[in-house]
């Protein structure tokens, strides 16, 4: 408890990295991946290598907001309820047909929603505005059709090229395709597109008390949770996750599981990196390559390790070492694994969404690191607050389930108090929340 008369806390441990270090080191080593070409839907969420520029207009002619009759403004410009004009219908066009006749002074074509407007027309009138109903009513062919009002020349003409010029850059390099950008690739006529690849993640979980789900348990076992939890989040972040399962706590197991993955744009292996413990992982890691062991002015997730192993064809490969606590791993992965795969992947922006909440009980922080709170994130009357999810140990994974977001208490408070504005970093973006 951080009380009046403590001796001063370590806030600013030379051997500790802030967050924000521990980031800049490993983004330090990522590289943005190589491009792919592939359907345009399956390319959802990743981001585009070239600027898309339209080859010809959209929509690519003069046509129609309207079911109605093309025709020359200046024809009606006298028209009135007592005075109607009639004009003489001298053709038909539907969608996705080319107008094989001229709209000459006094001549209308009838026209379908989105069909090019015929050459000689400046102008749609919607048939509601004519005399068809009547004519149809009492039989009389639709030779003529008589117009009540004036119209203001180009209504419900859409001209070409208003959605997108022949030429115009529609989609800028770098930027995420949602689907607004699948459509626009699509009403452009391109079927594939390419964007930067996703990076296959191998994860690897440590320990000799690990199980695998679906497994009979046995005493002493602990079902592996990590590698699943991270899967996920590697999933939900872009990546393609390459299971490698279980090492054993001894150096065999893990050169054997390694060789596979080095085969991946990054390792990300979870347990072994807490003090007194990390010497096997260390060892084996360091055989293949260079790696630190981080202490992160954080918690949960203090010990962190980072280091670039090399593969035997001499790739080099990124490798997150997370701590094995399920909660730390999770919170770990969410700081560093998340922006490791995003600057893997093109994107630029790494910080996750944030609000400001109420909060409504303190968070102590026992020791100078940046507290990582789960909490509930609810909205009152137009105003966030935040609930912690109750005890906080990093050996709770239930707890992350339960929360929503990671309510901050920076590393220079030494607690905050309820009733105070908090940071919170959202895991989710729930809708009933937002
Ligand atoms: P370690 O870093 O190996 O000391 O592990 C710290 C704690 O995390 C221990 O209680 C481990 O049992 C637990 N742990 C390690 N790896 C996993 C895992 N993959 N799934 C669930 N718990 C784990
Ligand atoms: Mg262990």
């Known amino acids: 408890m951080a009380e009046h008369g403590h001796p001063p806390r370590h806030y600013y441990d030379a051997s500790m990295l802030s967050v924000e270090e521990a980031l800049e080191r490993i983004l330090g080593y990522m590289h943005v991946l190589e491009a792919e070409e592939k359907p345009i839907l399956d390319a959802m969420e ?18 129609s907001a309207m079911d109605g009759y093309a025709l020359q403004a200046a024809s009606v410009e006298d028209a009135s309820e007592d005075h109607p004009v009639v004009l003489k219908v001298t053709g038909v066009v539907a969608a996705g047909e080319l107008p094989d006749v001229r709209v ?35 039989g009389l062919n639709l030779s003529e059709i008589a117009v009540k009002v004036a119209v203001d020349i180009g209504r419900d003409v859409r001209p070409a090229g208003q959605d997108a ?41 440590t320990g000799d008390e690990l199980l695998e789900p679906g497994d009979p348990y046995g005493v002493g076992g602990i079902y592996d949770s990590n590698s699943y939890s991270v899967a996920a ?9 390459n299971m490698l399962g279980i090492a054993r706590d001894n150096l065999d197991s893990v050169n054997a599981k390694l060789r596979e993955g080095l085969q991946s744009d990054i390792l990300i292996t979870s347990a072994g990196v807490s003090k007194g413990d990390y010497d096997m992982v ?79 009980e303190p968070i102590h ?7 990582f709170a789960r909490a509930v994130v609810t909205k009152e009357d137009g105003i966030y607050r935040a609930r912690l999810t109750g005890a906080q140990g990093s050996n709770l994974l239930t707890s992350m389930a339960r929360a929503n977001g990671l309510a901050i208490c920076p590393e220079d408070l030494s607690r905050k108090e309820a009733g105070e504005v908090v940071d919170v970093q959202m895991l989710d973006w729930p809708e009933e929340v937002f």
Not at 187 to 193: K, M
Not at 313 to 328: A, T
Not at 365 to 371: A, L, P
């Open 46 to 63: 990743q981001v585009l290598v070239d600027d898309v520029v339209a080859a010809r207009d959209i929509p690519p002619l003069d046509n």
């Open 365 to 371: 922080n026992t020791d100078g690191r940046r507290v």
């Open 165 to 205: 010029r022949r030429g115009e850059r529609v989609l800028e390099r770098g930027s995420i395709l949602r689907p607004s950008e699948v459509g626009v690739l699509a009403a452009l006529g391109h079927s594939t597109v390419s964007v930067v690849r996703r990076p296959v993640v191998a994860i690897l979980s």
């Open 233 to 241: 989040l590697v999933r939900r972040y872009g990546g393609i996750p």
């Open 104 to 138: 000459g002074p006094g001549e209308a074509v009838r026209i379908m929603t989105g069909a090019p407007v015929p050459e000689g027309a400046d102008t749609v009138i919607p048939f509601e505005e004519t005399d068809e109903l009547e004519r149809r009513d009492s």
């Open 282 to 360: 260390k060892d084996v890691l360091t055989q293949h390559g260079e790696i630190d062991f981080w202490s992160v002015r954080m918690k949960p997730a203090k010990p962190l390790a980072f280091g670039v192993l090399t593969a035997q064809d001499g790739r080099q490969v990124p490798h997150l070492g997370l701590p094995g606590n399920p909660v730390s791993a999770m919170v770990a992965f969410e700081q560093f694994g998340r922006a490791a795969i995003y600057k893997m992947l093109g994107r630029t922006g790494y910080q996750k969404p944030r609000v400001q909440a109420i909060l409504d």
